[in-house]
């Protein structure tokens, strides 16, 4: 079909990375998002907000196609991908990393990225061993020096600390041309120091990747997003920019004041 | 099962086609043809009932193995030198007491006791380490079958059976009809069907302890999703050393039982084991009704071959398992 | 996640040693010293011990070897090896010559061989095929039933397997002059296979190929996401682990000169398993250590046993107590209590030692 890749690839600079209309996902008789409409700019970062129990995370399960919205339609780049099985949505640049870290631990920190590179390339049943200056090390390398793991590159994943492997989650989300990821708590667990070197990852990621980030800590949060969303009940309840959402009453009361979350 | 009808109608369909064309064969004077494609009428229905009631047997070993298996993981490859060690202990018990269902129930308590020490001294250490745990239930039963060997020896043994329960009865089956036009009926022998009248009730005790008491439930959930058990601040360690102990029990028990129809000498440990594997494997790993259903088809599947295809009668269990694991990889009463 | 993880947790999983291929390359001297061993143990060593001790060495190590290939990289723990193996026995001595002239086909004996190795392989890969779809631990059972099954078929076929007393006097064939049955020869050809199918599985594990069957090992739902197709990737590992299998089964049927359903039964069967765990299955080298161990007390300690006043038929009792004890105490077997000692003594920096087998 060529007419519909030309579309396709016309409709790339100008389209929404990103369009929901009216998704909903129901869980038995529990509804976890109901009438979910967002959209997301190519190379936005957005924040989704919101208690748990909200949906953020059924949110990000139903765009990659973990678990298939129940209705509504979920377009990415502007094609309609909402029938889509995961690995289609993720050889169209769909990324995301896990609220749990999801890893390969008994292998060393470049070969979880390198798999991860691999995992959209050709060649995976390859048997040769990747030569020295081979094209997917070498970006495996680049990814592992963007999430400033270089030194621990040899060591096994499950020798890392907690905030390292945040990282290397990262790291894998990261791999091959991702176009917009979708990040789940990155900041989960990790100590001050390690939050504060998140918040450069995040923010030295290149222009061209957007990114909806599910984040209790606002510190974190509302420095790397130019725009939030709030969820509560399955729902969404307010968008704005991050200063508008820090100062609304209403959110205030209902978030904010909550103060035991996380 | 009318869900199952009216999701399946042509199958349903099939099913009762064939139960119908089944009770013909039993029910009816066969006609000369039929005794040419089948053999005697007489060599059918033992074949039959034969089955069935070794798939009571069956049953018996196999639903404490997928017990264990559904709640713990814990693929007990030593299930098979359980139900030995039952089988002999009943042996040395009958014989020094003369009480055949007093043999039972020691053979039963011991066994479950051993399975109680096994549970408590090593698989508690090892809990989630399914494959560890598998592999020190490979060492006993290496363990066990050396020990039964040193103090059994090699020759065969038999529970003898109470006088009450020796000798044949007749079924109201009508095998052949005399030239006198007198019916012959089947002669059967007694033990056989009592055992098999055994398993039914203590599968029916099962599903009702399962499905109706409060343990039972703890225990279903706890297969479905073992993390829900803890969650629960339901004492897990207990409800493990429990169904661990009953299910080693039954191999006990069946141990008696098979050895009051069958013989006991070495090597039968490894032959129960993989009946109970591949009854297990087609009847859907964890469920007690998948067990009941695998052990039928078994038993069936063994006696029939044994009598139409004499050479292949092993092979053919074998060939029932990879149909199964080819269509329906999770066992035939497995949802998901 | 972490609960799946936990809960399949096959074998070697997560936190197990990783079997990084780049640490069994043979860069420490001890290995060269072995590798210079081995080589010139012809000079001084008895046709019984190149034969009866290490030539079933390698070939039970190669046995082994695929299923730690199976097990330690794919977390796959497959009892069907020992199987494949006696298939291509059986092959050899089906498609080439025997003493059952009215069974074997008598054809050329690479011919035979060949055939043998691809069918051989082929029942290992569909074995793999039928156990693969099912989660982790279900492997050891429905493996294990194929396995019996193979077995209880070569016992009751006659116009095939010819049954219980299976065939005899396979020979080894004569190549380029050379008289493969003698010690020298045979104990050279042995070894060369050995040395193949380790360095082969050394440099898979770290292929691209052998990189993902690790991934899938460790996460099997994440190799989905990342669009790795996890279920053809077993697939083709009990293809790989099959070749070597099969290759072993050839020199196994040329070691004894016979191959009978006892071949690949129960027992045989089990023992690999307890070889590759023994030996330890987080590295290539373990299912060799396992083998030469299981070789020598098969070979001595009846004698042993006689020696100090036990029961020489006591034997498989030894072996079940000492597989329990290995199991309890150092689940990477031997070679987990190898590396304990060497950090302890050796390099007390290096991490602490981890559990193996889970």
């Known amino acids: ?262 | 099962m009318s869900r199952f009808i009216e999701r399946h109608p042509a199958w349903a369909l099939v099913a009762i086609l064939a139960l119908a064309f089944l009770l013909y064969l039993v029910l009816a004077t066969w006609p000369p043809g039929l005794e040419e494609v089948l053999g005697r009428k007489r060599v059918f229905l033992t074949a039959l009932i034969n089955g069935i009631t070794l798939g009571g047997l069956y049953f018996l070993v196999a639903s404490g193995f997928t017990l264990i298996f559904g709640l713990m993981r814990n693929v007990n490859l030593a299930h098979g030198s359980l139900y030995l060690l039952g089988g002999y202990l009943g042996y040395e018990f009958a014989n020094l007491t003369g009480g055949w269902v007093l043999s039972l129930v020691i053979a039963f308590i011991i066994i479950a006791a051993l399975g109680m020490v096994l549970q408590f001294t090593i698989f508690r250490w090892m809990e989630g380490q399914d494959l560890r745990q598998t592999l020190v239930t490979i060492a006993i039963s290496i363990v066990l079958a050396d020990l039964m060997l040193w103090r059994w020896g090699g020759d065969f043994y038999q529970v003898p059976s109470p006088s009450w329960l020796t000798g044949p009865v007749q079924l109201p089956l009508v095998t052949a009809v005399r030239s006198s036009g007198e019916a012959v009926y089947l002669q059967y022998p007694l033990v056989r069907l009592i055992i098999f009248a055994g398993a039914v009730v203590i599968g029916v005790l099962m599903w009702l302890a399962l499905n109706r008491t409060k343990v039972g439930m703890l225990v279903r959930a706890g297969v479905d999703d073992r993390d829900m058990l803890s969650a629960t601040g339901v004492r897990v360690q207990l409800v493990f050393l429990g169904v661990f102990a009953f299910g080693a029990g039954l191999a006990g028990f069946a141990g008696v039982v098979g050895g009051t129809f069958q013989s006991l000498q070495p090597g039968e440990d490894t032959k129960i084991l993989l009946a109970s594997l591949v009854v297990v494997i087609v009847g859907g790993m964890g469920s007690i009704p998948g067990a009941a259903l695998g052990a039928l088809i078994i038993g069936l599947a063994e006696q029939f071959g044994s009598v139409y295809m004499p050479t292949y009668a092993v092979v053919l269990t074998f060939v029932i398992m990879v149909l199964v694991l080819a269509w329906r990889p999770q066992g035939l009463l497995r949802g998901s | 996640m972490a609960v799946e993880a936990s809960r399949t947790s096959g074998i070697l999983p997560a936190s197990a040693p990783a079997p990084t291929a780049a640490s069994s390359l043979p860069r420490y001297p001890a290995l060269w010293l072995l590798a210079l061993f081995l080589l010139i143990l012809p000079a001084f060593g008895s046709d019984f011990v190149l034969i009866q001790l290490f030539g079933w060495t390698f070939i039970l190590g190669m046995i082994a070897l695929s299923l730690m290939f199976l097990g330690g990289y794919g977390g796959m723990v497959s009892l069907v090896q020992m199987t494949v193996a006696g298939c291509a026995g059986y092959m050899v001595a089906i498609f080439g010559t025997s003493a059952v002239a009215e069974i074997s086909l008598g054809w050329p004996w690479w011919l035979a061989v060949v055939v043998a190795i691809v069918i051989a392989t082929l029942f290992g890969t569909l074995s793999g095929a039928l156990s693969v779809r099912t989660e982790g631990i279900y492997t050891i059972m429905i493996t294990l039933a194929i396995a019996s099954a193979f077995f209880y078929f070569t016992l009751q076929n006659y116009s095939i397997f010819n049954g219980f007393s299976g065939f005899n006097a396979v020979r080894v064939p004569q190549v380029f002059g050379i008289d493969w049955r003698a010690a020298v020869p045979f104990y050279y050809l042995t070894l060369f296979w050995a040395v193949i199918a380790y360095l082969a599985v050394v440099y898979v594990s770290r292929s691209p190929f052998g990189l993902a069957l690790q991934g899938t090992r460790d996460n099997a739902r994440r190799m989905e996401a990342l669009g790795f197709n996890v279920t053809a990737h077993r697939i083709a590992a009990y293809a790989f682990a099959s070749v070597i299998a099969a290759v072993a089964g050839v020199l196994l049927v040329w070691h004894g000169g016979q191959i009978s359903p006892g071949t690949a039964g129960v027992g045989p069967v089990v023992d690999i398993l307890i070889i590759a765990v023994a030996g330890g299955m987080s590295r290539p080298i373990g299912p060799f250590i396992g083998a030469l161990i299981y070789v020598l007390l098969r070979t001595f300690a009846l004698d042993v046993m006689e020696a100090v006043g036990l029961d020489g038929k006591r034997f498989q009792l030894l072996v079940g107590v000492g597989f329990l004890l290995i199991v309890l105490f150092s689940p990477d077997g031997v070679l987990g209590l190898w590396q304990r000692w060497h950090r302890r003594f050796l390099a007390p920096a290096a991490p602490p030692a981890r559990g193996g087998v889970r």
């Not at chain 1, 079909?1 to 929901?20: D, I, Q």
């Not at chain 1, 990621?205 to 974190?220: F, N, Q, R, T």
């Open chain 1, 1 to 262: 079909m060529p007419a519909n890749v030309a579309e396709r690839l016309s409709a790339v600079g100008t389209a929404n990375a990103l369009e929901l209309r009216g998704v909903t996902r129901l869980f038995g008789a529990l509804a976890a998002l109901v009438d979910i409409t967002l959209t997301v700019r190519p190379g936005e970062r957005r924040a989704v907000l919101g208690s748990n129990g909200a949906g953020k995370t059924t949110l990000f399960n139903c765009i990659t196609g973990d678990f298939p919205a129940s209705s509504g339609t979920i377009r990415f780049f502007s094609e309609d991908v909402t029938h889509f099985p995961p690995h289609e949505r993720i050889r169209r640049g769909l990324r995301r990393t896990y609220q749990i870290s999801a890893l390969f631990t008994g292998l060393t920190v470049l070969d979880n990225v390198y798999l991860a590179c691999c995992g959209i390339s050709r060649g995976r049943f390859s048997l040769l061993r990747p030569r020295r200056n081979d094209a997917l090390v070498a970006s495996a390398e680049n990814l592992i020096q963007a999430v400033h793991l270089a030194g621990v590159r040899d060591q096994l994943v499950s020798e890392l600390s907690h905030g390292q492997q945040r990282q290397l989650e990262i790291a894998l989300a990261l791999a091959g041309a991702p176009r917009f990821i979708l990040f789940d708590e990155p900041a989960a667990g990790l100590s001050p120091t390690e939050r504060s070197e998140l918040v450069e990852i995040l923010t030295s990621l290149p222009a061209h990747i957007g990114y909806i980030v599910i984040e209790h800590d606002m510190d974190v949060a509302l420095r790397v997003v130019e725009s939030v969303t709030m969820m509560h009940n399955g729902r969404i309840f307010k968008e704005g920019r991050p200063e508008e959402i820090e100062s609304d009453p209403e959110v205030q009361e209902l978030y904010l004041g909550g103060g035991h979350h996380g």
